[in-house]
């Protein structure tokens, strides 16, 4: 099979702190899923702008389906006002709490490369996002050279307080608080309650049959809104963190400059995932015998604590982190100790990475089609290799498996190609996804594919 590729990205210049991106991804699947075909061709056009010392700061994306369902996602990503003080900084605006001063952010005011905040890892699966962005949209904010996608958390609507570490005070403080809860819209799931549920290439299908007796029907769904104002968006969040860094003082030795960082938050806020209020009804028309569902989502809020034991050895280039969570609900459906450790190293002209995440017990599946804690049943292993050929060619490959009775695995490739400097970027990506029926990653495997992503940034 042969699939020409003509990729091309047009950028408008930006002046001052502005940047603009623009990105076209022509793309090969397995196989049809739903009403989506095996080609598409995705175009990306993100606007930033990035964030000073004192003033605005903003970035947004807008992504469009040119084939299938020809379907448009956008969001703003972040927008806010910073400002740097004497005593500490201000935030106020749409970001996450672990993108102010206690974490490290790049120019543009989005979160640095970060093992233990990534979207796959122990501490971000507790947050609001949504994986199907992960796996189906170009990189929003992921190392160039990097297998993997890695979506943004999704930001907090609210105010942000950032005292960092002095003669008085030996550690880094921040405290955020929200009055909203705004939970992420990932690929399109149309619910009907006359025709069979409809999903986007990424969205996550829900059961369309029930057994009913000895009688297999088909099931359809009525989302009850009446009151998502009230339950799912007025719902306050609050997080407050601390940093704890040291340099060792060993003047000799493997310890030689080693460096040890803390990092504890607290948090209360909706999980990321609604659970789903239902009650079912039959109806009798004269085509057909269905059950029709009606839904309820709500998110109930919980409190979760996470802790961060980082150690960075730069005699052996070496990068060691532990995390730890766990999380009470509201719900009674708590989350249960988690603990992830990983490595980063860099050997043999590699740059590796590689983690284990453990959760004590299945917390099972709590979504309506964007299940972010199923992850956990029970362990993840994530592994990802590195190779930088030269300035221009970069190589990666990397892997994430379920490693449980109802095992999965997700293999990822990208082959990256910046010709002029680093404004000009082409990565070709090939994936494949395999698994049990009912495994999180196996429930993709028609969206195996080849990629070539062109893309092109100006500042």
């Not at 030269?390 to 999965?408: D, T, V």
């Not at 490739?413 to 010709?419: C, E, F, K, Q, R």
Request: contains cysteine.
């Amino acid at each position: 099979m042969i699939l020409l590729l003509a990729p091309c990205a047009i950028v408008q210049k930006a002046e001052g702190n502005w940047a603009i991106q623009g990105a076209i991804e022509p793309t090969l699947y397995a196989a049809p899923r739903g009403s989506e075909g095996t080609q598409q061709v995705m175009g990306l056009l993100q606007i930033q702008r990035n964030r000073p010392e004192n003033g605005f700061f903003f970035a947004a994306h807008l992504q469009a389906e040119t084939l299938g369902s020809q379907n448009l996602n956008g969001d703003l990503n972040r927008i806010g006002y910073h400002s740097k003080e004497s005593w500490g900084e201000v935030t106020v605006g749409r970001i996450h709490p672990w993108e102010t001063g206690v974490q490290s952010v790049d120019p543009s005011g989005l979160p640095l490369w970060n093992p233990s905040y990534r979207a796959w890892s122990l501490h971000g699966q507790t947050q609001a996002q949504n994986l199907g962005l992960e796996l189906g949209f170009p990189n929003l904010n992921a190392p160039p050279e990097s297998a993997f996608r890695n979506p943004i958390l999704a930001g907090w609507l609210g105010a942000h307080v950032w005292i960092p570490e002095g003669p008085s005070i030996p550690i880094d403080f921040s405290a955020s608080a929200s009055p909203f809860f705004l939970p992420t819209i990932g690929s399109q799931v149309r619910f009907s309650e006359s025709q069979a549920t409809q999903i986007g290439r990424f969205g996550r299908s829900p059961p369309n049959t029930v057994q009913v007796g000895d009688a297999l029907l088909p099931l359809y769904y009525r989302i009850n809104s009446e009151n998502l104002i009230q339950e799912v968006v007025l719902q306050p969040q609050f997080m407050i963190q601390a940093r704890v860094r040291s340099q060792n003082s060993a003047e000799e030795g493997w310890l030689e400059k080693a460096q040890w960082d803390s990092h504890f938050w607290i948090s209360r806020a909706p999980q990321p995932d609604p659970v789903a209020d239902a009650e079912g009804t039959i109806r009798v028309s004269e085509s057909e015998i269905a059950a029709v569902a009606e839904v309820t989502p709500a998110f109930p809020q919980r409190w979760t604590f996470g802790l961060s034991e980082r150690v960075r050895i730069p005699t052996w280039n070496v990068d060691l982190h532990l995390d730890m969570n766990a999380a009470l609900s509201s719900s009674g459906k708590n989350l249960p100790p988690g603990a992830q450790i990983g490595l980063q190293a860099q050997a043999l002209g590699l740059n590796w990475y590689f983690s284990y995440l453990y959760r004590a017990n299945p917390s099972g599946s709590t979504s309506m089609g964007t299940p972010t804690e199923s992850l956990f049943e029970n362990s993840l292993f994530q592994a990802e290799i590195r190779k930088t050929f030269s300035e221009r060619w970069h190589f990666s490959f990397g892997s994430q498996a379920h490693l449980h009775e109802n095992s999965s695995l997700w293999l990822a490739s990208a082959l990256t190609y910046t010709p002029i400097a680093s404004a000009l970027r082409l990565q070709l990506t090939g994936d494949v996804f395999a698994g049990g029926i009912g495994s999180y990653f196996g429930e993709w495997r028609a969206n195996d594919r080849v990629a070539l992503v062109a893309s092109y940034n100006w500042e």
